[in-house]
């Protein structure tokens, strides 16, 4: 603080000036409020309606790595919400906290999922992904994930926004529920810090409620379009049946990890063909010789299944997709499944590698498949009452005229696929 004094008779005043710099932090996600778990409403068509309880505070942003517009894009929109919209907090998985918080002029929180499993399921209220999809590997085993607001920009049919449009969609998500005129008092469930820490509280991170926002609601009737996502369940077994899928915090033996896109096993650096026995619903189907196989729902469909010779299968169709990755036999090809369809691999004897790698939603478990031992996969139950779901990855879909999730899939195979486009146009 820099002071200039001026002289008057009898009497000195003095003038102070001072500016706040920007503060490059690192927080605890420990110190933000529990997170907001919000209502799905049926409607007529086949989305359902968004319906916030309060103004969503805890928002997740997810990034594509070693992309450097892709984190320019992550700066600007961070900027926007907490300008725009004073009461939310910003979470950063812990690498792009490290590397992108001293941008930022005000505080970002993360933690460590090794240390702690269910850091962010337990507060984030919103994911917002830029570049790619957030895989469910970071709720292995959450049953009830918070909204997520889809990619922009990328190949892939979870949304067709532009990243020039963040502005107005996530003004849309933001204020899905809100009712004309809502008034929605300061929250009253906030989390107070120790009293010898000097962190703020979430109280004085500003003003909470719809009311802060500037323009007319959406109005309580018109939230914003979720499609309801299945999942996958995926564990590793060893030969006498016990499960052994490394996952940070697990301990459910038995029940799995969550995977949105896709299972895939391959070969890795091993020069040998993989030797895989494949059952369907317990019966044994054939002995699989490739380089690897994919297991994808429907969402996964478009990614590593599709450049492998997949189906694109729309995501109101409740399927698996079982593709082989080079076969060597011509006619082993890919299939649809239905979704209930248990699905079992196993690593044969005869088989002249060590093990194969297994990969859930991108992210290699960091355990192989040895001999003898077997992926298990079968279908999510997703469970729900009046306006009350549970299971599935609730996606934020950009709202068209008639409400329904054809149009947005449709637009991405023209848009994105050149769908069936002519050679030479």
Known sequence: MQCARRKFPGLFLRRC???SAPRHEIRDIGALSQRLIPKYQESQGELLSLQWPAPPRNILLVRKDCAPTVTESLIEFANHITSTYPSTA???????????????????????????????????????????????????????????????????????????EFKRAFREVYMSGAGAGD???????????????KEPTQESMGPTGWSSVRGKSMGSTRGAPILMRNRLKVGLFTGDGQETTPIGGKSDQGKGVYVMNELLIHRGKEPHLAVVDISVGGRFLT???????????PTGSTAYSLSSGGSIVHPLVPSILLTPICARSLSFRPLVLPLSTPITMR?????????????LDGVNLGQGMATGMEVRVWNEEMR???????????????????????????????????????FGE
Do not use: C
Not at 100 to 106: A, D, E, G, K, T
Not at 394 to 418: Q, Y
């Open 17 to 19: 000036f001072s500016s």
């Open 90 to 164: 910003v979470i950063l998985e812990s690498k792009t906290a490290a590397e992108v918080h001293s941008s930022l002029p005000f505080p970002v929180y993360s933690a460590s999922l090794d240390e702690n499993p269910t850091a962010f399921h337990n507060k984030v209220d919103l994911t917002v992904t830029l570049g790619e999809m957030a895989p469910s590997s970071m709720h292995p085993r959450s049953l009830l994930l918070a909204p997520m607001f889809p990619r922009m920009g990328t190949l892939g049919f979870l949304s067709e926004w532009k990243f020039s």
């Open 384 to 422: 729900h009452g009046m306006n009350e779901w549970q299971g599935g990855v609730p996606s934020v879909m950009r709202r068209s005229m008639g409400d329904e999730a054809h149009e947005g899939w449709v637009g991405g195979l023209n848009g994105l696929l050149k769908f069936n486009h002519p």
């Open 183 to 197: 008034r929605t008092p300061v929250l009253e469930d906030k989390v107070h810090t120790a009293a010898d820490t």
């Open 347 to 359: 690593l044969s004897d005869k088989n002249r590698g060590r093990e194969l790698e297994v990969s």
């Open 287 to 297: 002995e699989a010789v490739v380089d690897g196989i994919i297991i994808s729902t």
